[in-house]
């Protein structure tokens, strides 16, 4: 499932939010996103992943979520960590980028670290 993300007043497409590798015997899924460069810093990617999670959580009945990203790309895990996702290693040259092997971060969300983050807000 793929949520694609549109800036105000043009709606041009600026980023994605996906939830992929849903594993309904495990409950579990990966959250991917991307976002261009002139739509950062404005809060567009955090609104999305927190609808997604809520989705994730609520609607999917989903008990963990999962994200990678890119060791130099360090602004990625600083928005997963505001969404209280947590670092469970580095997967040293997980992903090929532009012909070049990077180690990536993977982080990881349970749905009762979900829920006790906002229990008043949900």
């Known amino acids: 499932m793929a949520l ?3 800036t105000p007043p043009e709606s041009d497409l600026c980023g994605l939010v996906e939830l992929r590798a849903v594993d309904r ?8 996103f ?3 460069v002139d739509a950062r ?3 567009y990617m955090g609104e999305a992943i927190g609808a997604v999670l ?14 990678y990203h890119m060791v130099r790309n360090p602004a990625s895990g600083r928005l997963l960590a505001r969404h209280h996702f947590r ?4 997967l040293r040259e ?13 982080q990881a969300l349970l749905r009762d670290d979900w829920l006790a ?5 949900r």
């Open 34 to 36: 991307w976002l261009a």
């Open 54 to 67: 809520c989705l994730a959580f609520q609607d999917l009945d989903l008990n963990r979520v999962y994200a």
């Open 117 to 121: 983050a906002d229990s008043g807000g």
């Open 87 to 90: 670092v469970e290693g580095v």
């Open 41 to 43: 810093g404005r809060g």
């Open 25 to 32: 015997e495990h409950a579990l899924a990966e959250l991917s």
């Open 94 to 106: 997980r992903v090929r980028k532009w012909g070049v092997f990077e180690d990536v971060v993977l």
């Open 4 to 6: 694609g993300i549109r």
